[in-house]
């Protein structure tokens, strides 16, 4: 029931994606059912570690503008309340293969939406007024978006990967502001962490 | 109260549902009857047709039959009309009873209204249905499809629409990823040729995009363009650009900015841009050297102490995308320098100097920014005389006036800033004594490009530098001469002064060598010539008959507005085409000639410069009728002829005195006076007259005057007319025998004349002697005397003796003063006319007295023949002609007037012989009848 209902949730909202919602997800499996709309461009990694660079270089502005925007006590306890403890974050090996370090990261990014999705929905609740952060959280999803588009594009293309398996986050929607809060905080502290990693890894 | 209440309640509710039954009903009613009224007899397919321009296009019209019962008609009735014009019959095709189609072809009308009409009772045209018939062109696939991504913006793309579709045609934009499609975005209908996004820009993500354009003819797509929106990106501007130099380097200047957000996803190139201020054009930084991302910049090799403005602009380093907008100007100033050059230098001797010394103005420009590098804080100038060093003076103006002794001196000048100073200009004043040479040659100043160039010929010595000076020639304010010095290498230059147009300056060229100035020289010049504000003021100076002397000033300089390059005269007379006479500007007269007479001429003159000219005041001369001297040459020697002409006829008349005197006013006898006992003792006496010794004792006498004494009697006179007519008509009927008292007055006035000639012994004594004699003829007319007799006359009268005492003769006519006496006076004045003039016959004409006068002055003059000339003799000649005519003497007359012509004649010819009355009439064959 659980891993269901962590696997609706975030379905629901990346559903709410604005442009191309939920689109990892018809990526079946399979040889020939791996079809794009049109030919993906030759240059596809390159762009995959722009998009990693400037998803790293906007990081830590995002999560220094989430906990200030939160308030206290978020800015003085960051350890306590922003520290990195997503127990259930895809994990991202940086030294395998190109493939796997695509799969890796599809999972990565597929999870990260989702969760990016949860955020900006409780922070427009939480902290309407807080737009700079509202459009940073609509930037950085929006270049999660691009970002899994090409490493999808790059598995279907090259390694023909039509479908991979993603999980997601746990659903903020039934939670307390704090909690909503806080795992905002912890998700983007996490996320910070790890981009820069994926980024090292391209 | 409640139930009060809920009745109100019901009973509004029952109004209101009675208003909607009545609105639903009157609505279902009017429905019904519109759907009636309404309902066409046929109907056209397609109902609304949307074709292409020029292409064909089919109706059909189908008729119901509830009409064609009606009206009586079928399918052949239709007729199709095109708005107002029918179309022809051909185009139909009757395709049943009930339907017929027409086909138009080559539809270029964009909106036509096509009718299918019936024709009722087989006239009356009732229309049947209609339609609209809209035709355009299909959309042509858009060109050119292009996408912008303003950074921080959404997207925007465009392209070429193509040609006009006369269609409302659709344009959408449509947008995807290789894994997912975008919304489509649909143009606005005033922006057809652009579309932006509704969603943000998503980098480093290739998205394909193209424009699909749709009407009612069809639908076209353009080509597909695959893009990383990073490559269309429209970076924000850099902002915040600031300057600021540097104390250590002069020459540098950093430049400060704050690039856009950009830079954190995309490197960034800049394009940098400066220029001195008030330059309109920009100088650009090497891009090499800006092709990277920073936020800084050092600008180099600038001037010294000079304002600089700067802007810069950024685009994606790879250069795909577009270049950002330029930034705000940022301009900052470099530090200061030691001026780079000498200011220029130069001196003007007061021309009223004292004895020993003079007064030397110094004067010098202010450094232009470019060289003084810094704020000039003041001059230093030195002055020399020889090697000793006299004076130095710190001056923060522009001149300096010293009094120098008629020595030569080395004056130096040096201008200071913060930084230092510039190197020194060096100027000698020569001595006093000094002679100026080597001047510049082949000076020359044009205008070329707005400016007044000036150019020359470099001298044989080579100058260190040269002094211009110009100054504007006016006649209402002095030459006050600006200057600039131009260095000794330099051969043409432009007068960098402020110069007006239509001005003359006087440009001076000095060139300056190290011992002093050398000799200037000037050349007038115009930066832009003008036609002159006045024409020239013309005036004669001198009009003659046939030619006219103009003079003009010259052109006060302050009017020319150029070089005066010729006068034109134009003068022409009040009725008379204009002429025009071009004369050299170096002339102030000119001669107008072949002018005509007494003529009024308008005169003006034009002044050209050589762009344009202007006319002058026109003037006015009228020629005269002669020219001067011409009255003179008429009048003078006429005035002469004419003195000269009564000076001779004065000495002629002196000379002749005596004989005009007889002819005018003869002396005549006054009978009061006469002395019987003067009478010529010798004289015969009466009875014993002999003719023949009378006519020999007369053979001396000179002249004779012969007056006819009568008594005072009125009546007397008629009498001797009648007398004289008897003798006439005697002579008419018995040859010519005299013997009536006229008839022996007459011609006893020729026999004393005969007689008195021959006696010349005394002529006191002939004067005092009256004989009377009567010429008897021996034939008439043809027939020729044989012997010439003479008889005597029986008068005894005695001749008046008045010749000695004219006043005698005065005072005989006032006593007389009757109307006898007016005869004999006439006959006096007759006798003198008839020697001057012949015409004067006339007055001979009105009575035979007169006549009988002429008769016996003709005898008298024969008697002359020797002292009178030829022309007087051929006057006689013509005399007789016409006294014989005035006669009318009848058939014989013009045989006559021969002989007498041949009388005459003789008598003329038969001068020098001797004065004998006798032998002319002999050798005539006969004496004149009368």
Same mark, same amino acid.
């Given at each position: 029931?659980?891993?269901?209902?962590?696997?609706?949730?975030?379905?629901?909202?990346?559903?709410?994606?604005?442009?191309?919602?939920?689109?990892?997800?018809?990526?079946?499996?399979?040889?020939?059912?791996?079809?794009?709309?049109?030919?993906?461009?030759?240059? !596809?990694?390159?762009?995959?570690?722009?998009?990693?660079?400037? &998803? =790293?270089?906007? %990081?830590?502005? @995002?999560?220094? *503008?989430?906990?200030?925007?939160?308030?206290?006590?978020?800015?003085?306890?960051?350890?306590?309340?922003?520290?990195?403890?997503?127990?259930?974050?895809?994990?991202?090996?940086?030294?395998?293969?190109?493939?796997?370090?695509?799969?890796?990261?599809?999972?990565?990014?597929?999870?990260?939406?989702?969760?990016?999705?949860?955020?900006?929905?409780?922070?427009?609740? !939480?902290?309407?007024?807080?737009?700079?952060?509202?459009?940073? &959280? =609509?930037?950085? %999803?929006?270049? @999660?978006?691009? *970002?899994?588009?090409?490493?999808?594009?790059?598995?279907?293309?090259?390694?023909?990967?039509?479908?991979?398996?993603?999980?997601?986050?746990?659903?903020?929607?039934?939670?307390?502001?704090?909690?909503?809060?806080?795992?905002?905080?912890?998700?983007?502290?996490?996320?910070?962490?790890?981009?820069?990693?994926?980024?090292?890894?391209? | 109260?409640?139930?009060?209440?809920?009745?109100?309640?019901?009973?509004?509710?029952?109004?209101?549902?009675?208003?909607?039954?009545?609105?639903?009903?009157?609505?279902?009613?009017?429905?019904?009857?519109?759907?009636?009224?309404?309902?066409?007899?046929?109907?056209?397919?397609?109902?609304?047709?949307?074709?292409?321009?020029?292409?064909?296009?089919?109706?059909?019209?189908?008729?119901?039959?509830?009409?064609?019962?009606?009206?009586?008609?079928?399918?052949?009735?239709?007729?199709?009309?095109?708005?107002?014009?029918?179309?022809?019959?051909?185009?139909?095709?009757?395709?049943?009873?009930?339907?017929?189609?027409?086909?138009?072809?080559?539809?270029?009308?964009?909106?036509?209204?096509?009718?299918?009409?019936?024709?009722?009772?087989?006239?009356?045209?009732?229309?049947?249905?209609?339609?609209?018939?809209?035709?355009?062109?299909?959309?042509?696939?858009?060109?050119?499809?292009?996408?912008?991504?303003?950074?921080?913006?959404?997207?925007?793309?465009?392209?070429?629409?193509?040609?006009?579709?006369?269609?409302?045609?659709?344009?959408?934009?449509?947008?995807?990823?290789?894994?997912?499609?975008?919304?489509?975005?649909?143009?606005?209908?005033?922006?057809?040729?652009?579309?932006?996004?509704?969603?943000?820009?998503?980098?480093?993500?290739?998205?394909?995009?193209?424009?699909?354009?749709?009407?009612?003819?069809?639908?076209?797509?353009?080509?597909?363009?695959?893009?990383?929106?990073?490559?269309?990106?429209?970076?924000?501007?850099?902002?915040?650009?600031?300057?600021?130099?540097?104390?250590?380097?002069?020459?540098?200047?950093?430049?400060?900015?704050?690039?856009?957000?950009?830079?954190?996803?995309?490197?960034?190139?800049?394009?940098?841009?400066?220029?001195?201020?008030?330059?309109?054009?920009?100088?650009?930084?090497?891009?090499?050297?800006?092709?990277?991302?920073?936020?800084?910049?050092?600008?180099?090799?600038?001037?010294?102490?000079?304002?600089?403005?700067?802007?810069?602009?950024?685009?994606?380093?790879?250069?795909?995308?577009?270049?950002?907008?330029?930034?705000?100007?940022?301009?900052?100033?470099?530090?200061?320098?030691?001026?780079?050059?000498?200011?220029?230098?130069?001196?003007?001797?007061?021309?009223?100097?004292?004895?020993?010394?003079?007064?030397?103005?110094?004067?010098?420009?202010?450094?232009?920014?470019?060289?003084?590098?810094?704020?000039?804080?003041?001059?230093?100038?030195?002055?020399?005389?020889?090697?000793?060093?006299?004076?130095?003076?710190?001056?923060?103006?522009?001149?300096?006036?010293?009094?120098?002794?008629?020595?030569?001196?080395?004056?130096?000048?040096?201008?200071?800033?913060?930084?230092?100073?510039?190197?020194?200009?060096?100027?000698?004043?020569?001595?006093?004594?000094?002679?100026?040479?080597?001047?510049?040659?082949?000076?020359?100043?044009?205008?070329?490009?707005?400016?007044?160039?000036?150019?020359?010929?470099?001298?044989?010595?080579?100058?260190?530098?040269?002094?211009?000076?110009?100054?504007?020639?006016?006649?209402?304010?002095?030459?006050?001469?600006?200057?600039?010095?131009?260095?000794?290498?330099?051969?043409?230059?432009?007068?960098?002064?402020?110069?007006?147009?239509?001005?003359?300056?006087?440009?001076?060229?000095?060139?300056?060598?190290?011992?002093?100035?050398?000799?200037?020289?000037?050349?007038?010049?115009?930066?832009?010539?003008?036609?002159?504000?006045?024409?020239?003021?013309?005036?004669?100076?001198?009009?003659?008959?046939?030619?006219?002397?103009?003079?003009?000033?010259?052109?006060?300089?302050?009017?020319?507005?150029?070089?005066?390059?010729?006068?034109?005269?134009?003068?022409?007379?009040?009725?008379?085409?204009?002429?025009?006479?071009?004369?050299?500007?170096?002339?102030?007269?000119?001669?107008?000639?072949?002018?005509?007479?007494?003529?009024?001429?308008?005169?003006?003159?034009?002044?050209?410069?050589?762009?344009?000219?202007?006319?002058?005041?026109?003037?006015?001369?009228?020629?005269?009728?002669?020219?001067?001297?011409?009255?003179?040459?008429?009048?003078?020697?006429?005035?002469?002829?004419?003195?000269?002409?009564?000076?001779?006829?004065?000495?002629?008349?002196?000379?002749?005195?005596?004989?005009?005197?007889?002819?005018?006013?003869?002396?005549?006898?006054?009978?009061?006076?006469?002395?019987?006992?003067?009478?010529?003792?010798?004289?015969?006496?009466?009875?014993?007259?002999?003719?023949?010794?009378?006519?020999?004792?007369?053979?001396?006498?000179?002249?004779?005057?012969?007056?006819?004494?009568?008594?005072?009697?009125?009546?007397?006179?008629?009498?001797?007319?009648?007398?004289?007519?008897?003798?006439?008509?005697?002579?008419?009927?018995?040859?010519?025998?005299?013997?009536?008292?006229?008839?022996?007055?007459?011609?006893?006035?020729?026999?004393?004349?005969?007689?008195?000639?021959?006696?010349?012994?005394?002529?006191?004594?002939?004067?005092?002697?009256?004989?009377?004699?009567?010429?008897?003829?021996?034939?008439?007319?043809?027939?020729?005397?044989?012997?010439?007799?003479?008889?005597?006359?029986?008068?005894?009268?005695?001749?008046?003796?008045?010749?000695?005492?004219?006043?005698?003769?005065?005072?005989?006519?006032?006593?007389?003063?009757?109307?006898?006496?007016?005869?004999?006076?006439?006959?006096?004045?007759?006798?003198?006319?008839?020697?001057?003039?012949?015409?004067?016959?006339?007055?001979?004409?009105?009575?035979?007295?007169?006549?009988?006068?002429?008769?016996?002055?003709?005898?008298?003059?024969?008697?002359?023949?020797?002292?009178?000339?030829?022309?007087?003799?051929?006057?006689?000649?013509?005399?007789?002609?016409?006294?014989?005519?005035?006669?009318?003497?009848?058939?014989?007359?013009?045989?006559?007037?021969?002989?007498?012509?041949?009388?005459?004649?003789?008598?003329?010819?038969?001068?020098?012989?001797?004065?004998?009355?006798?032998?002319?009439?002999?050798?005539?064959?006969?004496?004149?009848?009368?």
């Amino acid at each position: 029931m659980k891993v269901l209902a962590a696997g609706v949730v975030p379905l629901l909202l990346v559903l709410h994606w604005k442009h191309g919602a939920g689109s990892p997800l018809p990526i079946t499996p399979g040889n020939g059912t791996c079809a794009t709309r049109h030919p993906c461009h030759s240059n !596809l990694m390159n762009q995959i570690r722009n998009q990693l660079a400037q &998803l =790293n270089g906007s %990081a830590n502005a @995002l999560f220094i *503008l989430y906990y200030t925007a939160q308030g206290e006590p978020f800015p003085n306890n960051l350890d306590k309340l922003c520290g990195p403890n997503v127990t259930d974050f895809p994990p991202f090996h940086a030294n395998g293969t190109e493939k796997a370090k695509l799969v890796e990261l599809y999972r990565v990014i597929a999870y990260l939406g989702a969760s990016l999705g949860n955020i900006t929905r409780d922070q427009k609740l !939480l902290n309407p007024s807080a737009l700079s952060l509202h459009s940073k &959280l =609509n930037a950085t %999803a929006d270049v @999660l978006r691009g *970002l899994l588009s090409n490493v999808l594009c790059r598995l279907c293309s090259k390694y023909h990967v039509a479908h991979v398996d993603v999980a997601y986050g746990p659903d903020t929607s039934g939670k307390d502001v704090f909690q909503k809060k806080k795992l905002g905080c912890q998700l983007l502290g996490k996320y910070k962490q790890v981009i820069a990693v994926v980024a090292q890894a391209f | 109260m409640e139930r009060a209440r809920q009745l109100e309640k019901y009973l509004c509710k029952m109004s209101v549902l009675q208003t909607w039954l009545v609105q639903a009903l009157f609505i279902f009613l009017i429905t019904g009857s519109i759907g009636v009224l309404l309902d066409p007899c046929g109907r056209i397919n397609p109902e609304s047709p949307v074709v292409q321009l020029g292409s064909n296009f089919t109706a059909v019209c189908v008729l119901k039959e509830r009409c064609m019962d009606y009206f009586h008609v079928n399918a052949n009735f239709i007729v199709w009309k095109m708005g107002h014009f029918t179309i022809p019959k051909e185009q139909y095709t009757i395709i049943n009873r009930t339907a017929a189609s027409v086909t138009l072809t080559d539809v270029t009308s964009l909106n036509i209204q096509l009718t299918c009409n019936i024709l009722t009772f087989g006239q009356i045209e009732q229309n049947v249905y209609g339609i609209t018939l809209i035709s355009g062109l299909p959309p042509e696939k858009p060109k050119n499809l292009n996408c912008i991504v303003n950074e921080g913006k959404k997207m925007m793309c465009y392209w070429d629409p193509g040609r006009e579709t006369y269609l409302e045609t659709n344009f959408t934009l449509k947008s995807e990823w290789a894994t997912e499609k975008f919304a489509d975005c649909k143009t606005k209908r005033d922006t057809p040729t652009s579309c932006t996004v509704d969603y943000s820009p998503v980098y480093f993500v290739n998205m394909e995009v193209w424009v699909e354009a749709a009407n009612a003819l069809g639908k076209v797509t353009s080509d597909h363009i695959n893009f990383d929106p990073v490559d269309k990106v429209k970076p924000n501007t850099p902002r915040n650009l600031s300057v600021s130099n540097s104390e250590e380097l002069s020459s540098i200047l950093k430049l400060t900015w704050i690039n856009s957000n950009i830079k954190n996803v995309i490197r960034l190139k800049y394009d940098i841009q400066y220029r001195t201020k008030g330059a309109s054009t920009w100088s650009q930084i090497p891009p090499e050297d800006t092709a990277s991302t920073r936020s800084s910049f050092t600008v180099q090799d600038l001037k010294p102490f000079t304002e600089y403005v700067f802007r810069i602009r950024c685009m994606k380093e790879d250069g795909k995308g577009f270049w950002s907008d330029w930034s705000e100007e940022a301009s900052g100033i470099t530090y200061e320098d030691r001026p780079s050059n000498t200011p220029s230098f130069w001196y003007k001797i007061d021309p009223s100097h004292s004895h020993g010394h003079r007064s030397v103005q110094l004067m010098w420009k202010t450094l232009p920014p470019f060289e003084a590098n810094g704020k000039i804080l003041g001059y230093e100038v030195t002055l020399t005389r020889w090697k000793s060093r006299l004076q130095n003076y710190t001056v923060n103006d522009t001149k300096l006036t010293v009094n120098l002794t008629n020595d030569r001196y080395i004056v130096t000048l040096t201008a200071r800033n913060a930084v230092g100073r510039s190197d020194a200009s060096v100027l000698t004043i020569p001595a006093c004594d000094f002679q100026a040479t080597h001047p510049v040659m082949d000076l020359k100043a044009f205008p070329k490009d707005n400016m007044l160039w000036v150019e020359w010929t470099t001298p044989s010595k080579s100058p260190n530098k040269y002094i211009l000076e110009w100054c504007v020639l006016s006649d209402k304010s002095p030459c006050i001469p600006d200057w600039q010095q131009e260095d000794g290498t330099v051969h043409h230059t432009y007068i960098r002064g402020y110069l007006a147009e239509s001005k003359c300056y006087l440009i001076t060229v000095t060139p300056v060598y190290a011992d002093g100035p050398g000799s200037p020289v000037s050349i007038k010049a115009y930066l832009k010539q003008a036609p002159p504000s006045k024409g020239p003021t013309v005036r004669t100076k001198k009009v003659g008959k046939n030619e006219a002397v103009l003079e003009w000033d010259q052109l006060p300089v302050d009017v020319q507005n150029g070089f005066i390059r010729n006068y034109t005269i134009f003068y022409r007379t009040n009725i008379g085409n204009e002429t025009a006479v071009n004369v050299d500007s170096s002339h102030t007269e000119y001669t107008l000639s072949s002018l005509t007479s007494d003529t009024l001429y308008m005169v003006r003159m034009a002044a050209y410069t050589d762009e344009g000219g202007k006319d002058g005041p026109e003037f006015t001369f009228t020629t005269p009728k002669f020219a001067q001297g011409e009255i003179e040459a008429i009048v003078v020697p006429v005035c002469l002829a004419f003195l000269l002409t009564t000076l001779l006829g004065v000495l002629f008349c002196f000379n002749k005195r005596d004989l005009i005197k007889k002819h005018i006013w003869p002396n005549v006898p006054d009978p009061s006076k006469s002395h019987i006992a003067q009478w010529s003792p010798h004289t015969p006496p009466r009875h014993n007259f002999n003719p023949k010794d009378q006519m020999y004792s007369d053979g001396n006498f000179t002249d004779v005057s012969v007056v006819e004494i009568e008594a005072n009697d009125k009546k007397s006179f008629p009498e001797d007319l009648k007398s004289l007519e008897l003798f006439k008509k005697e002579k008419v009927s018995t040859e010519g025998h005299s013997s009536g008292i006229g008839g022996s007055s007459c011609m006893s006035s020729s026999r004393p004349s005969i007689s008195s000639s021959d006696e010349n012994e005394s002529a006191q004594n002939t004067s005092s002697t009256v004989q009377y004699s009567t010429v008897v003829h021996s034939g008439y007319r043809h027939q020729v005397p044989s012997v010439q007799v003479f008889s005597r006359s029986e008068s005894t009268q005695p001749l008046l003796d008045s010749e000695e005492r004219p006043e005698d003769l005065q005072l005989v006519d006032n006593v007389d003063g009757g109307d006898g006496i007016l005869p004999r006076q006439q006959y006096f004045k007759q006798n003198c006319s008839q020697q001057e003039t012949s015409p004067d016959i006339s007055h001979f004409e009105r009575s035979n007295q007169v006549s009988s006068v002429n008769e016996e002055d003709f005898v008298r003059l024969k008697q002359q023949i020797s002292g009178i000339p030829q022309s007087c003799g051929s006057g006689q000649m013509k005399m007789f002609q016409e006294v014989s005519a005035a006669d009318a003497f009848g058939p014989d007359t013009e045989g006559q007037g021969e002989r007498f012509k041949t009388a005459g004649m003789e008598a003329v010819l038969d001068e020098g012989m001797p004065k004998s009355y006798l032998p002319q009439t002999v050798r005539q064959g006969g004496y004149m009848p009368q």
